[in-house]
């Protein structure tokens, strides 16, 4: 069954750095659009190396299915280029949540208490 896409495409790229600012519940659909939009993106910047910074609002928890696919689209950008993930979470859910994707991916998950730490933690790493 094909549903609506439901999740936001806030997302910005500043210099390697692609931070992705969910607030709103999303589902498989929306999270294919959102890493569809984001790949497309960093092809067209020929980004070679590259950090996903997820910063999840209140809001921002998956439908059961948007795992899988969430799974798949990191693998996708590790095939891209992404080295790292680099993740703020509101709640104890959303970590619960990533920590179980990251167990399925070949990318690095660390968790951050704010957006400024995940971004000079990611300005670090890209600097070396």
Known sequence: MYFEAHGNIDFM???????NRPNTPFNEEGVHVLF???LDQIEKRSL???????????QALPTPDA???????YEACFN???AHIHSVCSN?????FLTQVAEHTRLNIYFYNDEAAAMA???EYLSN
């Open 13 to 19: 790229i500043t210099k390697s750095c692609v931070i």
């Open 36 to 38: 569809t939009t984001i």
């Open 48 to 58: 070679a190396k590259w950090v996903l910074i997820e910063v999840l609002g209140e």
């Open 67 to 73: 795992m899988i696919a969430l799974v798949k689209q």
């Open 80 to 82: 891209n280029g992404c």
């Open 92 to 96: 104890s859910v959303q970590k619960q």
């Open 121 to 123: 933690a990611c300005e």
